[in-house]
């Protein structure tokens, strides 16, 4: 199985930064894509930005510009580098993780969740 360790997270000012950053640990596991996903109250949760292993990259149209996905070269972490922070950004942010459960299935995996709160 593939744990979510996710890290970062806070409040910002409108117009600041913030980077929040997710780690995945397993035993024997290959990542087919990594994530963040975020959620408001009272909203569904929704994709802010993907990259799979491959090197794509999706980005939600609203932080188009903004925020950055990146990883390391083993693609067991992901950062995402969030610029330009506006007060409608405030959500728990989600870690994802889609891997190898054994040589032909994979399944998605879940971080605990950052609240991230840009406010003045």
């Known amino acids: 199985q593939v744990q979510l360790e996710e890290s970062g997270g806070g409040l910002v000012q409108p117009g600041g930064s913030l980077r929040v950053s997710c780690a995945a640990s397993?035993?024997?596991?290959?990542?087919?894509?990594m994530g963040w996903y975020r959620q408001a109250p009272g909203k569904q949760r929704d994709l802010v930005a993907s990259?799979?292993?491959?090197?794509?990259?999706d980005y939600a149209d609203s932080v188009k510009g903004r925020f950055t996905i990146s990883r390391d070269n083993a693609m067991n972490t992901v950062h995402l580098q969030m610029n330009s922070l506006k007060p409608e950004d405030t959500a728990v942010y989600y870690c994802n993780a889609r891997a190898y459960s054994s040589y032909t299935e994979w399944d998605d995996y879940w971080g605990q969740g950052t609240q991230v709160t840009v406010s003045s």
């Open positions: 397993g035993t024997f596991f290959r990542i087919i894509a």
């Open positions: 990259i799979n292993a491959g090197g794509g990259i």
